[in-house]
């Protein structure tokens, strides 16, 4: 099982500067992937941008969003960031895309919420469409640049229902699925959807599966879970208290996380960092060194 990490790059007040140092170091670990992720009614910096500036800094890690909102986004558009992104770093985008579930992103960008689902379906056709060269319709011609990657980036789906693991099994490359309040167990399940799914499809191979989970390591460590966890997810109201325990933060607590993913057959899991400090990446490749995955 590869590990990755995330840019603190949804922590209010980041300076950009640390996250670029944070992609060259990372860069130069053992990390596979770098992780953003998606919002609009957030300070956060906005992902496809982020990780065009990682790729101006970095050579080998792969680049992803877990996950970015699609239907927030104009659909051609959107294809040809993602080509252009791809083609800048060499092939290192993983393109993970989910519906969304904040409605106030939606409103700032008028967008519609209660179509999202419809949306985001036409979507995944037509971001396949475009990446395999075929002109749009209603366009004089095609929609490029060229993706790196034959076909497009690697196209992960986040989610946790029945009809998340059908789009999965349809349009992508495999599942993405985030820890969050439900735990190991919830994990298995979804996982356990897309494998049958995908069996049921008639796909070929296994679904690719990438976890995510969050970790904060060193002292003060509750106050800074309060403060970038807490904040983030505070739409969730008092559910939110599940997602802030969830968070690692002792490397005994990190092992035992991802020697159960290991088990589980998990192909990658991304860790993402409640806590905005370079040694946090140190403190992380320490703390899971010696654990077989």
Not at 90 to 100: A, D
């Amino acid at each position: 099982m590869n590990i990755s990490i995330g840019l603190p790059a949804d922590i209010p007040g980041v300076k950009g500067e640390l996250l670029l140092e944070w992609a060259r170091r990372a860069d130069g670990s053992a990390f596979s992937s770098l992780g953003v992720t998606d919002r609009v009614v957030y300070p956060n910096y906005e992902p496809l941008i982020t990780l065009a500036a990682a790729a101006s800094v970095t050579k080998r890690i792969r680049l992803m969003t877990a996950v970015l909102l699609a239907p927030l986004r104009r659909t051609a558009l959107l294809a040809k960031q993602a080509a252009s992104l791809d083609a800048l770093s060499n092939g290192r985008l993983t393109l993970g895309l989910g519906v969304g579930v904040r409605e106030d992103d939606f409103l700032a960008v008028e967008a519609s919420f209660r179509d999202r689902g419809k949306r985001f379906d036409q979507q995944l056709a037509l971001l396949t469409q475009i990446w395999s060269g075929q002109p749009v319709s209603g366009t004089m011609g095609e929609v490029g640049p060229v993706p790196v990657q034959p076909g497009g980036p690697e196209l992960l789906m986040g989610g946790y229902s029945q009809r998340a693991s059908e789009r999965i099994a349809r349009w992508c490359n495999g599942a993405l699925v985030g820890v969050g309040g439900g735990g190991p167990e919830m994990v298995r399940q979804s996982l356990e959807m897309t494998r049958k799914a995908w069996q049921e499809a008639g796909r070929p191979g296994k679904p690719r599966l990438v976890v995510t989970s969050h970790y904060a390591l060193g002292p003060n460590v509750t106050d800074w879970v309060n403060r970038t966890v807490r904040d983030y997810y505070a739409f969730l109201g008092p559910a939110v208290a599940q997602v802030a325990a969830g968070v690692r933060t002792t490397p005994e607590t990190l092992r035992s996380l991802v020697q159960e993913f290991a088990d589980m057959g998990v192909d990658e899991l991304l860790l993402w960092p409640c806590i905005p400090e370079l040694d946090q990446i140190s403190r992380l490749e320490d703390a899971i060194a010696k654990v077989p995955h």
